[in-house]
């Protein structure tokens, strides 16, 4: 068993991929879905969770609300790449349970609980997690890693902005939130657009025929959201699988550790993720994917999908 996990997530179309990826992995025990504003609103992404759990069966799982703003800007959403339900307007049915309120306190007491235990992924704006940094300064010495989806580090030949040609959506949407992440001591994995827009991990419409061609829960509501992104780009960039994959199986990829400096300027720099090397002979805080095995994140990925 890998352990216990949070989810933090604005689903979102491929938070939503995660998330059927997380349900499908034995060695993760999900303690709950906290949700942040993101994709789209917080009274969207809650409920989104809920959906994504309900279609599968797997409604036990708590799902919180956390942050519906930044820390400082205000909201920027991006329906025009989940669709204004966030979920690809799919038509997927609304969830019979709605979610809780107090996402940061449960992300703070849940690691509190179990010391050292609890592995959080974090696939949307860094809000609650700094939040949870925040009012409960115990929470980075605790929490067993951070894995995130987010940044640009310029570090392959795919890792520029997907927002500004230098900041990536998670980062740019709250930048002082993800600055306190970044400058916090717990340990970080870092899987940013270096390695989620190599051409080889996303779902081109020849990929996306071979999943609407598999039967079974998860599958369906795959290939039902995926349709949206497939019809307006030709293809589905999967980031958050893969920040999901990376507590999975952490050997699919390449990482290196560097410290991070994120920028906060209101100006084109705004969320820039600048990797920079420590000093002679200290480690860097953040581990950075700079390399992925996508035959074998394509075979899990298509594998856990599959399954009923
Ligand atoms: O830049 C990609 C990230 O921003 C993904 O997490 C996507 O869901 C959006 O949140
Ligand atoms: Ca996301």
Known sequence: MLGKVILDMDPG??????LL????SPELDILGVTAVAGNTTIDKTGVNARRVLEYVGK???????????????????????????GLGDAGIPMPVQPPRGGGIQFIAETI??????????????????????????????LV????????????????????TPLSEFNIYTDPEAAKIVFESTAPLTC????????????????RYREISRLRGRKAELASKIM?????????????????????????????????VQVLTNNDVSRGATIPFKPKEG??????????????????LFLEKVSEA
């Open 59 to 85: 409604d036990g799982i708590p799902v919180f609300l956390g942050a519906s703003a930044p820390l400082a800007r205000p909201l920027s959403t991006a329906e025009h790449v989940h669709g204004s339900d």
């Open 282 to 299: 200290g480690r860097g805080r953040a581990r950075i994917c700079i390399d992925i095995n996508s035959e074998e994140f394509m075979r």
């Open 112 to 141: 509190r609980k179990y010391p050292g235990e609890v592995i959080v992924i974090a696939t949307g704006p860094l809000t609650n997690i700094a939040l949870a940094y925040t009012l409960y300064p115990s929470t980075p010495r």
């Open 13 to 18: 179309i491929d938070d939503a991929l995660a």
């Open 191 to 206: 899987v940013g657009l270096d390695v989620t827009t190599n051409p080889s991990v996303k779902i081109d419409p020849q």
């Open 144 to 163: 067993k890693q951070l894995i995130i989806m987010g940044g640009a580090y310029h570090l392959t030949p795919y890792g520029r902005g997907n927002v």
């Open 21 to 24: 990826l997380a349900l499908s």
């Open 227 to 259: 349709k949206y992104q497939i019809e307006r780009f030709g293809e589905v960039e999967v980031h958050d699988a893969l920040a999901v994959a990376a507590a999975m199986q952490p050997a699919m990829f390449q990482m290196v550790e560097m410290n």
